[in-house]
């Protein structure tokens, strides 16, 4: 059996800031992940969107945040696990926590960090147009280029479906967005931003039927309440409908759960001895779901399973620009 001073599951942007700032108080760490890649839903659905909401940079793009995390994390050397899922858990005061992986293989550790997003994810498909799935329609846009001086429809009404209008704005030979409701979800300045720029917007429609030969060449989209259709140029189809949620056996370790989310208290500990949870997985009171909070859940995380690592050390690790203490 392997043992690591803390176990991190999930190698989202929570989880590679917990992997540096267990390094930084001088754990031994192992990063755990069921995709194949670091980086969780921003390396598997965004790497081309631009992020706002981290502190220190006006905007980042995905990729760049992600390697620069793993940069930060790798000073300190922790070992990854990925492409492999942790399947059970066994924890005590006494003995610490030791994980099942699949395929057999054990973990232990003083110390659990949870910061697994959301779990895995699937996307809501579009009630049509199944056959062009790979042939013009697409759940994500991990690369922006691919989509170069074609017509861009974009089926949704929030974040991610204003993000990538904005992001292929200078791409893109056109883009629309359709939405099936006459409000956006998107945050408020994002449609502004949008609202102002050459993007066609779309509202209480929803996409009727998908014609092309090889590849899409056309949406038809009708009205839902007039019954008015209208016909646009495409060539890509983004379907921005969100996805479906699963967080897998960790729903079955004996977590305190609300709706897929782990309950934590201010100091991140579950209600499980030597568990914690930060990110988007972790819920409390007041929560907000930002990124930049996942940095500071993350970090609180490591200090206050501190004691149960290293007897010696206290929760407060001193400041950073003073070196650890």
């Given at each position: 059996m392997d043992e690591f001073d803390v176990a991190i599951v999930g190698a989202g942007p929570s989880g590679l800031y917990a992997a540096y700032y267990a390094g930084f108080?001088?754990?031994?760490?192992?990063v755990i992940d069921t995709l194949t890649e670091p980086g969780g839903q921003i390396s598997a659905m965004y790497p081309e969107k631009n992020i706002f909401d981290v502190a220190g940079f006006p905007q980042i793009k995905g990729k760049a945040l992600i390697s620069g995390l793993l940069e930060q994390a790798n000073q300190f050397a922790p070992e990854f696990r990925l492409g492999t899922q942790v399947e059970d858990l066994a924890t005590s005061e006494t003995d610490g926590v030791a994980l099942g992986?699949?395929?057999?293989?054990?973990?232990r550790c003083k110390a659990l960090v949870i910061t697994g997003g959301i779990g895995s994810f699937t996307p809501r498909e579009l009630p049509v147009g199944h056959e062009w799935i790979g042939r013009g329609i697409v759940y994500f846009v991990p690369s922006l280029e691919?989509?170069?001086?074609?017509?861009?429809?974009?089926?949704?009404?929030?974040?991610?479906?204003?993000d990538w209008a904005l992001s292929l704005y200078e791409i893109a030979r056109s883009i629309t967005i359709v939405h099936r409701r006459d409000t956006f979800r998107a945050h408020a300045a994002t449609v502004e931003k949008v609202k102002k720029l050459d993007i066609r917007l779309i509202t209480n429609s929803e996409v009727s039927t998908i014609d092309g030969e090889d590849w899409v060449t056309t949406?038809?989209?009708t009205h839902?309440?007039?019954g008015e259709s209208v016909i646009l140029q495409a060539q890509t189809l983004v379907a921005a409908l969100g996805f479906v949620a699963n967080i897998g056996p960790i729903a079955e370790w004996g977590l305190?759960?609300?709706k897929r989310r782990i309950v934590v208290d201010s100091a991140m500990c579950t209600n499980l001895p030597r568990?914690?949870?930060a990110g988007d997985i972790a819920v409390y009171p007041g929560k907000v779901p930002l990124i930049s909070v996942g940095f500071g859940e993350a970090a609180t995380a490591i200090n206050n399973a501190t004691p149960w690592i290293d007897i010696h050390q206290g929760v407060f690790p001193g400041h950073s620009s003073g070196g650890a203490e």
């Amino acid at each position: 059996m392997d043992e690591f001073d803390v176990a991190i599951v999930g190698a989202g942007p929570s989880g590679l800031y917990a992997a540096y700032y267990a390094g930084f108080r001088g754990f031994s760490t192992v990063v755990i992940d069921t995709l194949t890649e670091p980086g969780g839903q921003i390396s598997a659905m965004y790497p081309e969107k631009n992020i706002f909401d981290v502190a220190g940079f006006p905007q980042i793009k995905g990729k760049a945040l992600i390697s620069g995390l793993l940069e930060q994390a790798n000073q300190f050397a922790p070992e990854f696990r990925l492409g492999t899922q942790v399947e059970d858990l066994a924890t005590s005061e006494t003995d610490g926590v030791a994980l099942g992986l699949a395929g057999g293989t054990k973990v232990r550790c003083k110390a659990l960090v949870i910061t697994g997003g959301i779990g895995s994810f699937t996307p809501r498909e579009l009630p049509v147009g199944h056959e062009w799935i790979g042939r013009g329609i697409v759940y994500f846009v991990p690369s922006l280029e691919a989509h170069r001086n074609k017509d861009v429809v974009i089926i949704g009404g929030g974040d991610s479906a204003f993000d990538w209008a904005l992001s292929l704005y200078e791409i893109a030979r056109s883009i629309t967005i359709v939405h099936r409701r006459d409000t956006f979800r998107a945050h408020a300045a994002t449609v502004e931003k949008v609202k102002k720029l050459d993007i066609r917007l779309i509202t209480n429609s929803e996409v009727s039927t998908i014609d092309g030969e090889d590849w899409v060449t056309t949406v038809t989209v009708t009205h839902k309440d007039s019954g008015e259709s209208v016909i646009l140029q495409a060539q890509t189809l983004v379907a921005a409908l969100g996805f479906v949620a699963n967080i897998g056996p960790i729903a079955e370790w004996g977590l305190e759960l609300n709706k897929r989310r782990i309950v934590v208290d201010s100091a991140m500990c579950t209600n499980l001895p030597r568990v914690y949870a930060a990110g988007d997985i972790a819920v409390y009171p007041g929560k907000v779901p930002l990124i930049s909070v996942g940095f500071g859940e993350a970090a609180t995380a490591i200090n206050n399973a501190t004691p149960w690592i290293d007897i010696h050390q206290g929760v407060f690790p001193g400041h950073s620009s003073g070196g650890a203490e």
